[in-house]
C-alpha cells in the first residue's frame, strides 16, 4: 500500500527539467468536469462527515481521465488489457482487503481488492500542511495511486512481494508509480486539457512530500536509510521523465 508517504516530489531537480515540464502545459482539468456523471466507480461507505459534493466529482473526473488514458496506454505499450479499479471515498476510517486504515494512512491503493482508498480530507491537509495547492496537485495524488493498479496489472508487485519486502525495492515502486503518473499526464497534456503552471502544481506537491522533506519537518533532520518512496528529488525526476516521454518503458526504477 502507498501510505503517507505517498511522497510527490523533489527540491533541487533543476530549471531546465522544471521549465521542460511546465512547457508541456495547456487546458484545464476541470473542463472534464462538466458533463461527467459516472459516480459508478465511486463507493462512499456511510460515514457521518462526508466529503463535499464538489470534491467527489472532481476524483470521479480524474478517475475518468486515468481510466481513459490507460485504456489507450496499456494495450499499445504492454499489449495487455487495463481493467480500471473502484474508487472508494471515505473519512476517518476504511477496512479494505489489505486490512484497516485511518484517515492518517493517507490514500492508498489496495491490490487485494483493486480499490484506491481516498479520505478526502488529505486534499485539505495537502494543501494546509504540504502546501501543495491547486488542481492538479490532487490529480496528481490520485494518478499516483493508479500507478500502483497498473503495476498490479502488470505483476510488478507481485514480483516485489516475491523478492521480500526491503526499503530499496519500496522506493523504487513509488517511484515507478510517479513515473505512471507522468505517463497519464503527458496523455493528458496531449489531449489539451492542461493549462499552464499544472504540471508545476505536481512538482511542487512532489517535492513537498518527498521523504526527505517530511523527515525534515517532522524529525528535524534526514534519515536516507530509511526512506520508503523516495527523495523528493527523485519524485519529482521520474514524474518529470513519465509525462516528457509517455512510454511507461521509460520507467525502469528498479534498474
Not at 518512496?229 to 519529482?236: E, K, L, N, T, Y
Request: aromatic residues 8%; negative net charge; glycine residues 10%.
Amino acid at each position: 500500500m502507498s501510505g503517507r508517504g505517498i511522497a510527490i516530489g523533489g527540491g533541487g531537480i533543476g530549471i531546465l527539467i522544471l521549465a521542460a515540464v511546465v512547457l508541456l502545459c495547456g487546458g484545464d482539468p476541470r473542463q472534464l468536469l462538466q458533463g461527467v456523471q459516472d459516480q459508478q466507480q465511486v463507493q462512499q461507505p456511510g460515514a457521518p462527515n462526508a466529503p463535499a459534493d464538489d470534491n467527489k466529482q472532481f476524483a470521479s473526473a480524474v478517475l475518468k481521465m486515468t481510466e481513459d488514458a490507460w485504456t489507450e496506454i496499456l494495450p499499445q505499450q504492454a499489449r495487455i488489457r487495463y481493467t480500471p479499479p473502484k474508487l472508494v471515498l471515505f473519512t476517518d476510517q476504511i477496512s479494505s482487503a489489505c486490512g484497516y486504515a485511518s484517515s492518517a494512512t493517507g490514500p492508498f491503493y489496495c491490490p487485494g481488492d483493486q480499490k484506491l482508498y481516498l479520505d478526502l480530507g488529505f486534499f485539505r491537509e495537502l494543501q494546509t500542511e504540504f502546501g501543495a495547492k491547486g488542481d492538479f496537485a490532487q490529480a496528481y495524488v490520485i494518478a499516483h495511486e493508479i500507478g500502483h493498479h497498473v503495476q498490479n496489472l502488470l505483476g510488478t508487485m507481485d514480483n516485489v512481494n516475491r523478492a521480500g519486502s526491503n526499503n530499496r525495492l519500496s522506493v523504487a515502486l513509488e517511484l515507478q508509480a510517479d513515473c505512471y503518473a507522468g505517463v497519464w499526464a503527458n496523455y493528458v497534456q496531449k489531449k489539451g486539457l492542461l493549462e499552464t503552471g499544472d504540471a508545476q502544481e505536481a512538482l511542487t506537491a512532489a517535492s513537498a512530500v518527498g521523504d526527505d522533506m517530511i523527515q525534515k519537518r517532522t524529525r528535524g533532520y534526514v534519515v536516507p536509510e530509511s526512506f520508503t518512496h523516495g527523495s523528493a528529488q527523485q519524485r519529482m525526476s521520474w514524474f518529470a521523465k513519465g509525462m516528457q516521454t509517455g512510454d511507461i518503458r521509460q520507467c525502469q526504477t528498479f534498474k
